[in-house]
């Protein structure tokens, strides 16, 4: 079995981190501080 060389896992990792930096859930202002009371209350875990 051959190895890659370290340029080709960097670019591919490099690929890959971008795909899932874009394609990341943005939450508005009022959904993040809803997010925050409900995990206060004991409602839902915020991890």
């Known amino acids: ?3 890659k060389t370290v ?3 960097t ?3 490099q690929v890959v981190k971008d795909i ?3 394609t990341r859930k943005q ?3 009022e959904e993040k501080i809803r ?4 995990g ?3 409602k839902y875990s915020i991890a």
């Open 27 to 29: 939450y508005s202002a």
């Open 20 to 22: 899932r930096r874009a």
């Open 7 to 9: 340029t080709q896992v």
């Open 35 to 38: 997010i925050v009371l409900d």
């Open 1 to 3: 079995m051959r190895q």
């Open 11 to 13: 670019l591919s990792d």
């Open 40 to 42: 206060l209350r004991n």
